[in-house]
Each structure stands twice: as structure tokens, then as C-alpha cells.
């Protein structure tokens, strides 16, 4: 009785808080949802767990927008949030690796720069196949035929990619050791210089990604540093609150391609403000993934399936919904801004027939999972042996939030409009 209590309030605070504040930044699923995702996920855990996590419960909502928040201060940032799936075929996209580094390679070019200065594109990703114990490229290089496919051993490429290439990814140069690539392929024309340019995050790395993440929280909890495990906690919850929105695994993300712009925040946004209050977030406990790479695929592939729907679903309604009732002026903190009026917000929530709280609740019950996930995997360590971090303990507590003495506070990240 609490806890339902508790989901209550925590949904009435934030609703009221997100309507205050849209008048100056556009609500986003990552000013709404994510805290209220993480702030819910914590009731999902066992109790071994839920100690620990309650105690820090301020801390762990509070920072679910962190990674929004970085995309100001980080080029490298954004391509965490998203995966436009559509650009790799149709599904199950087989032209996308699912594992990390053979993407990579997949999606590398290789530039050479000769001793006259001349440049040209020696290993073009498009020319790039992955078999079972080698990979074939092919090579434009001058004393090769360009019709000549060579072949590599796997193992001995993939070493060389994360040895020389994968140290490299956030760094601004990527010039490569020659002699390392001589090894690899023997018999090529002289260089002076050889550059990699990666193409993967092009298009996004979201699920990706998530399995770092989870490996990087398991290694926190194995060495029992309390801020790490708060840290990567809230900043998981809020990859996969994005993993869960059908419109960050397209390039047609705000409708931009098809005449929609600003879809993305009706759907993420308006939606969950003026109906979350009669959402169902009882979601059950969370569960362990005993193969967590494939959930963070599924994931996105499930969102990926609706991106089609909820477009469609938006553009019949509004070619059949009188024109001057889908946006109206709204007030907003002595301020006039234009939304979707209610009446066409709730038409096509009806029409949506459960989309958005679906995955919303979904996005809950993963985050605990995947916590518990990472916390199984490190050997099950005590958490009651850590105590509360200091930012929370300055923030509030949680006896406080239940009891209803206690309003969150809020940041927003970067708006995705």
C-alpha cells in the first residue's frame, strides 16, 4: 500500500512540475519519464538490493537525465541515445553486427596518405565481409587489382582493430602505426600515413552501448564503490528509457521525413503529461537476463516496430480532426505557448491503444532487471554495507518522498525536438 502510494505521488509531483516548467524548455521524455522510470525501478528489486537503492533513491532519479546533460559538453555523447535501425535494411538487420567491435569493423574506412600527399580510401567499409574465421576486404591499392578480395584472419584483424583503432575512437586524430598494418597486410604499396574514420555512430550505438554500461556496473559493484554504482545505475535507467521510445530507433526521429515535425515530443511528452496519471505502473519484480545482449537487441527491435504505426496513426488523425482543434495556446507559467490541444492528444492517445504506457512500464521493470543483472553477475555482493551517498543525503530522503513531505527537484537535459 506504500509503494502504490508512493507511484502516485511521485507521478503527480513530476506531472505538475513538467507543465510548470515547458513554457521555458520543451518537455522531453528525459525531463518527465526517465526520473520517474528510475525512481520506480528501485521498487523492482529484491530485497537484497532494495535497501541500498531506496536509501539513494533521490540520487538515482535526480541523475537520470546526467547523460542528456553531457550531450553539451560531449561530441561523443548523443550517438548514445539512439539507433536508427531503418538505415541498415529491413529487420532483423542483418547488415548490423550485434557485437560491438565487429561493427566497428564493419563500419571503419581506412585512409592512406602516400609520400607525395596524395590521399586515397585504401579499406572502404562498404567493401568489408565477416566470416567465420576471416574477413575479406577489398583493397584499393595500387598494387593490387581492385577486383582482388583478400582475405585475413579474423582473429588477427580484430587484434589489430582493438589494439590501434579502438583506443583511438574519442580522440580527434586516428592516424594508425604502419608497421602494426603491415603485419595485418603484407605486400601493400608505401605509406606515410594511415587514418581510420569510423562510421557506426553515424546512425547511433544505443544498444551497444547498454552492454558496456552493464559490464562497466557489474565492475562497480564487484569493487563496491558506492558512487560508480549510483552513478552508472541512474545513467543506465535513462539509456534504456530512450532504447524504449520507437522514435530513437529512426532516422525519421521528429518526423522530419515525412511531414510530422514534432512527433517526437508529442509522443514522448505530451502524452505521458496529461495521461501518466492513469497509467498502471505495477510492473512486478525484476528478473535476471541471462542474456542481457539480446534484450538490449529486442528492445530496440520493439521499438523499431511501432515507429511505423504511430506515424501513420498521427497523420490519419490529423487529416481527419478539424484543423483549428490540434493546437491550442496553452498557459504556462504567465506564458503562452502552443501545444496539442487535449481533445486531439487524447484521440490519439486512444488511437495509440496503450503504445506509450507499454513501454514506459516495460522501461521500469528492464531497469531493475538489468540492475539486478549486473549485481548477479558481480557475485552478488552485501549493498548493506554501503551507505548513502552524500548528494542524496543533501537532497532528500526517501522516507520523506513517501510521506509526501518532500517535492523532487528537477534538470533538464538537452530537448530533442
Not at 581506412?110 to 576471416?134: F, H, M, P, Q
Amino acid at each position: 500500500m506504500k509503494t502504490k502510494f508512493y507511484i502516485a505521488f511521485t507521478i503527480a509531483h513530476i506531472t505538475t512540475y513538467s507543465a510548470l516548467h515547458s513554457a521555458v524548455f520543451p518537455p522531453v521524455w528525459g525531463f518527465f519519464a526517465h526520473k520517474l522510470i528510475n525512481r520506480l525501478a528501485v521498487f523492482t528489486l529484491p530485497p537484497e538490493m532494495a535497501g541500498f537503492y531506496k536509501k539513494n533513491i533521490a540520487y538515482i532519479s535526480e541523475h537520470a537525465v546526467d547523460p542528456d546533460k553531457r550531450r553539451y559538453s560531449s561530441k561523443y555523447e548523443a550517438p548514445r541515445h539512439y539507433i536508427d535501425l531503418d538505415v541498415y535494411g529491413k529487420p532483423p538487420f542483418h547488415a548490423l553486427p550485434r557485437k560491438w567491435l565487429d561493427a566497428l569493423i564493419c563500419f571503419t574506412d581506412i585512409y592512406a596518405v602516400d609520400r607525395s600527399g596524395d590521399t586515397c580510401l585504401l579499406i572502404d567499409r562498404r567493401g568489408i565481409a565477416l566470416e567465420e574465421k576471416e574477413i575479406a576486404f577489398r583493397l584499393h591499392d595500387r598494387l593490387l587489382s581492385s577486383k582482388d578480395t583478400v582475405r585475413v584472419s579474423r582473429k588477427l584483424y580484430t587484434d589489430f582493430y582493438f589494439r590501434n583503432i579502438l583506443p583511438k575512437q574519442y580522440e580527434d586524430e586516428h592516424e594508425l602505426p604502419i608497421d602494426s598494418f603491415k603485419l595485418v597486410f603484407p605486400g601493400l604499396a608505401e605509406y606515410e600515413h594511415l587514418i581510420s574514420v569510423e562510421h557506426l555512430s553515424e546512425h547511433g550505438i544505443l544498444p551497444f552501448h547498454l552492454q558496456l554500461m552493464e559490464k562497466r556496473l557489474s565492475a562497480a559493484f564487484r569493487s563496491g564503490d558506492n558512487g560508480k554504482i549510483l552513478q552508472l545505475s541512474a545513467e543506465i535507467g535513462h539509456y534504456l528509457g530512450d532504447a524504449h521510445v520507437p522514435l530513437h530507433t529512426s532516422r525519421n526521429y521528429n518526423g522530419q521525413l515525412s511531414g510530422q515535425v514534432g512527433i517526437h515530443a508529442f509522443w514522448e511528452s505530451r502524452l505521458p503529461e496529461l495521461f501518466s496519471s492513469e497509467y498502471d505502473f505495477w510492473v512486478g519484480a525484476a528478473v535476471y537476463l541471462p542474456e542481457s545482449e539480446n534484450t538490449y537487441w529486442q528492445i530496440v527491435s520493439d521499438s523499431h516496430a511501432l515507429v511505423d504505426s504511430l506515424l501513420v496513426m498521427e497523420r490519419h488523425l490529423s487529416l481527419n480532426f478539424p484543423s483549428d482543434r490540434i493546437k491550442c495556446p496553452e498557459q504556462r507559467m504567465g506564458a503562452t505557448v502552443i501545444t496539442q490541444c487535449e481533445e486531439y492528444a487524447r484521440a490519439y492517445h486512444e488511437a495509440l491503444k496503450g503504445q506509450v504506457e507499454s513501454r514506459l512500464r516495460k522501461a521500469i521493470i528492464t531497469t531493475g532487471s538489468v540492475w539486478m543483472t549486473a549485481w548477479v553477475n558481480a557475485g552478488q555482493p552485501d549493498l548493506s554495507k554501503l551507505g548513502i551517498d552524500k548528494e542524496s543525503i543533501n537532497e532528500q530522503s526517501v522516507e520523506a518522498i513517501e510521506s509526501g513531505s518532500a517535492i523532487p527537484n528537477f534538470m533538464l537535459g538537452r530537448p530533442e525536438n
